[in-house]
């Protein structure tokens, strides 16, 4: 298959903001390049941190409160084949392939921005993840592509998403004294706050339960999944996640919680991770944010297909089927709120904007209560995370009423997308 690129837009500025942070607000660490043995559950097991071509990995970390923590999976899109990995010139990628691009917290806004005032999470520890390797955060694998079009030219790609997660959480583990006074075996944060932001919002999922285990196992450790809503396809789960010839070969990182995740379809994949993670941690609190009509969400799927072979190449940009990939959302997510009722909740929000953590609508968003209250996300996430539990609601707009159709007509549609895609990928 040809290469998938973005067209002219460029994916290096996913989540970039012009306005900045004070650059020593967070902190970046510089990973050096190597093997390294770190040690998950009962086993030791080699890693080998890196970006996609074998670039240096890094990642940021923000000094706080020594008993709270932010910890934050950033997204930037995802590869597993010839076709999504391959980059051409002048052309942007499906995924970010280097820690230095989009990838900067202090460059960001909303719930990364520790320097506004209104920011609740602002005196806590944080520490940001960095993504570029494709394979949101849960891959320690080498995968050689053939090259359709050259086969003498394979391309290799280095799915060490996993690898980099586990050496930050070792780094954590290794370095609680110095960072946040916590001595082994005597202390541990009181809560944490698991977060990622499309791509990394799987990563997160899937990598809470090391986090649970390694830093939190008396904290209360609360997820929030932001703009992941696992509207995926078939091929695309068997072409990059399961078993040892897969891009991301997955399973050899689960935790065990997961054990019974495979196989399984499309349609029940989210819901069966989220679901594995409602029921293993009863106790703990798990979210999800997203917009009704997300048009970066939508144009992934027309990837997916695209790469399936289920929709013709012409066909990636047309994102005609943003209701259906509203519908399947809807469906995964309302299916995860009658599940689970105790410790799951969504928030879904109008228009075809992806993400909210990452942007000023992490403070400006609000929705309507069935009892005719306003209530804002922030009020939402906050009282997941212990303020005020009676603001942690499902809370969604009416979809076909107030979910943003009337920006979905012929005549608005395009303008309505563009503006949304903006926002994301940049200019």
Not at 4 to 14: A, D, N
Not at 265 to 285: C, H, I, Q, S
Request: with cysteine; glycine share 10%.
């Amino acid at each position: 298959m040809k290469p998938i690129s973005i067209g002219g837009v460029c994916l290096v500025s996913l989540f970039f903001s012009n306005a900045l942070q004070a650059q020593d607000v967070w902190q970046k660490i510089n990973v050096q390049p190597g093997q390294y043995s770190v040690k998950l559950g009962d086993k030791q097991r080699m890693i080998t941190p890196s970006c996609a071509f074998g670039q240096p990995y890094s990642f940021y970390i923000k000094p706080g409160k020594v008993d709270r923590v932010v910890m934050y999976f950033n997204g930037g899109g995802a590869c597993w084949d010839f076709g999504t990995c391959a980059i051409q010139p002048n052309q942007a990628p499906v995924y970010v392939p280097t820690a230095d691009a989009a990838n900067n917290p202090n460059e960001m806004q909303g719930l990364l921005n520790m320097e506004d005032p209104d920011n609740p999470y602002k005196n806590w520890t944080a520490v940001f993840l960095p993504y570029c390797t494709g394979d949101v955060f849960t891959g320690s694998k080498q995968s050689v592509y053939e090259n359709p079009l050259d086969p003498s030219s394979p391309l290799a790609i280095q799915h060490r998403g996993f690898d980099n997660f586990a050496y930050v959480l070792n780094y954590l583990k290794q370095q609680r004294r110095n960072l946040f006074g916590w001595n082994k075996g005597d202390f541990q944060p009181a809560k944490i706050l698991v977060a990622g932001s499309s791509a990394g919002s799987y990563g997160a999922a899937l990598n809470y339960p090391w986090i649970k285990r390694v830093l939190g196992k008396e904290a209360k450790v609360s997820f929030v999944s932001d703009g992941g809503a696992g509207v995926i396809t078939d091929g695309f789960i068997s072409t990059a996640l399961f078993g040892a010839s897969s891009s991301w070969y997955i399973d050899q990182n689960l935790h065990p919680i997961f054990s019974r995740l495979a196989p399984v379809d499309a349609a029940d994949f989210l819901p069966k991770v989220m679901g594995t993670l409602a029921n293993r941690y009863e106790g703990e609190k798990f979210g999800q944010y997203t917009n009704a009509y997300d048009a970066v969400q939508t144009l992934f799927l027309n990837i997916m297909e695209v790469s399936d072979g289920t929709r013709p190449p012409q066909a990636l940009y047309d994102l005609s089927n943003l209701p259906v990939w509203s519908a399947r959302m809807l469906q995964i997510t309302g299916g995860l709120t009658q599940a689970f009722p105790r410790n799951y909740r969504r928030y879904v929000d109008p228009g075809c904007n992806h993400t909210v953590l990452r942007f000023e609508e992490f403070y400006t968003s609000s929705l309507t209560t069935r009892t005719g209250l306003n209530l804002s996300f922030l009020d939402w996430l906050t009282g997941m995370t212990g303020r005020d539990k009676d603001d942690w609601k499902n809370l969604s707009c009416t979809p076909g009423i107030s979910c943003g159709e009337e920006n979905l007509s012929p005549e608005l549609i395009q303008q309505t997308i563009g503006t949304c895609l903006k926002r994301s990928f940049g200019p």
